[in-house]
Structures are given as C-alpha cells and as structure tokens.
C-alpha cells in the first residue's frame, strides 16, 4: 500500500530524536531487509503525528516483530534490552494483508500516546489504559477502552490527516471489537465441566482426576463465533499484503 511505504520528510523523525534514535532509525531504512520499506512508512508516519498533534516525544525506537497473536502493537516502559527508551512494536503477524492501512496507523498513534503519557502524564500500572490515557486519545478521534482494544470517531484529527495524506479512511464510526485476535494458535480449548485445558492435540483424550468426567472439545458455532477476529480484522487489505513481502 502505497500510502505506508512512501517515505518523505524522513529528516522530522531524525530531528526528534537523540543521535542513536537516529541512527538505528536510518539503519532499519538503509539495510536490505524483510521489513526495509514496512519499517521506513511507519517511521515517516510517526514522525507526522509526533508533529502534527503535537506530542513533543523524542525517544522512539520503533520496530515490527512477531508479538503475541493478541496484540496488534506494544509499548515497552522505560529500557529496553538494548537500553533503549520508547520502543514501539507493531506486530508482523497482521501486517501481510489482515489489516487495512488505516489501522495498521491507528494501532502506532495508540502506541504513540502510550510514549506521550510516559513523558507528560501518569501511566497506569502494566501500561494500562487509564483515564487519562483514554482522554487523549479521544481527542484524536481513537476510542480505547481499558483492555486497550480501539475503536474510532466517525469524525476525528486522525481520520482528517489520513485523508490529507490519501489513505482511506472508512466514514462511519468504528466501534471497538468485542475481543481481541485470536491469531493462529493450534490450541484448542477442552472441557470436562469443572476445568478447561487448552492442548494441541486434536485427538484429545484424557479424564479429570477432579470430578471423573472425560474432557470434550468446546466448539459449538456460537463458542466460534465467540472467539472470533474482531471485527477490524475483518477486511482484508491485499495490497497492503504486496507491498510487505518477506513480513510474516
């Protein structure tokens, strides 16, 4: 998707930061890598709402890795492995065309806002999702609940730069999902009726000790349904899924 990848005004994000903020920055852009381009678009872009709403945050260090399959994104508090502050990760597991341009964006403001209360406000505990870190959000058009999972304004700053920039953004509101991606786990969930296991057998067989009865697998169509993709998974992006070959 073109709108990701296209890397201009690089420079702001190298003025935002300290010396090795920049040049790991312009290492991940220069080494010929699987996640070259990918990374180069979510650096101009966070650089562009850094800029654009303000945030005044300098220390990012800004990556894609395959995280838990229930997360789209993280912020890690303080250091690093490397002794790096600000590390934003957007996960590589819905980065070949399960998400849309325009949320893979959401998903790095959210984590942006997370690098901002870090400097300018009272983080929850465990990065939770407090009062205050909802406040900002929604005045960017991002509705996050305490779980973090994120919906978004019919009409917001976020959708209004996007559109400026011409990536798409849908028009209505964007309730957020229910739960959070399933991802692609083999584990399935088992039930004897007074414990749940989860195994990667799909020929389980086994009886609790507890209460004698044999363990049977839950998945009934409504449990399904249940456990499903949140609806934001739900439309595919094929030509997000062409410009980041090699990403998984």
């Known amino acids: 998707m073109g709108e990701l990848i ?22 991940q852009r220069d080494e010929a890598w699987a996640g070259q381009e990918m990374v180069a678009g979510l650096q101009t872009w966070a650089a562009r709402f850094i800029v654009e709403f303000k945030l ?15 997360r789209y994104g993280h912020f890690r508090r303080g250091h690093n492995g490397f002794g790096l502050r600000g590390e934003i990760a957007i996960n590589s597991r819905y980065l070949s065309g399960q998400r849309q341009v325009w ?19 009272t983080p929850g505990k465990r990065n939770h999702h407090n009062a205050e870190f909802q406040a900002k959000a929604r005045e960017l058009g991002l509705n996050i609940d305490r779980r973090g999972i994120t919906g978004y304004a019919a009409n917001s700053p976020f959708k209004e730069l996007l559109r400026k920039c011409g990536v798409g953004v849908p028009d209505h509101e964007f309730v957020a999902p229910v739960a959070r991606p ?9 039930s004897c009726g007074c414990t749940t296991a989860r195994v990667a057998i799909a020929d389980f067989r086994a009886r609790c000790l507890k209460c004698g009865s044999e363990f049977k697998r839950d998945g009934s169509p409504a449990s399904e349904v249940c456990e499903g993709m949140p609806q934001e998974n739900s439309h595919a992006a094929s030509s997000l899924e062409r410009t980041v070959k090699g990403t998984s």
């Open 56 to 70: 005044d945050i300098g220390d990012i260090a800004l990556s894609i890795d395959q995280l838990p399959s229930g």
């Open 103 to 121: 949320e893979v964006l959401g998903t790095l403001l959210h984590e942006l806002l997370h690098a901002w209360q870090e400097v300018y406000g």
């Open 182 to 190: 399933r991802g692609d786990s083999k584990m399935k969930k088992w």
């Open 6 to 27: 296209h890397v201009s005004n690089v420079g702001e994000f190298d003025e935002a930061t300290q010396p090795i903020y920049g040049a790991l920055a312009k290492h």
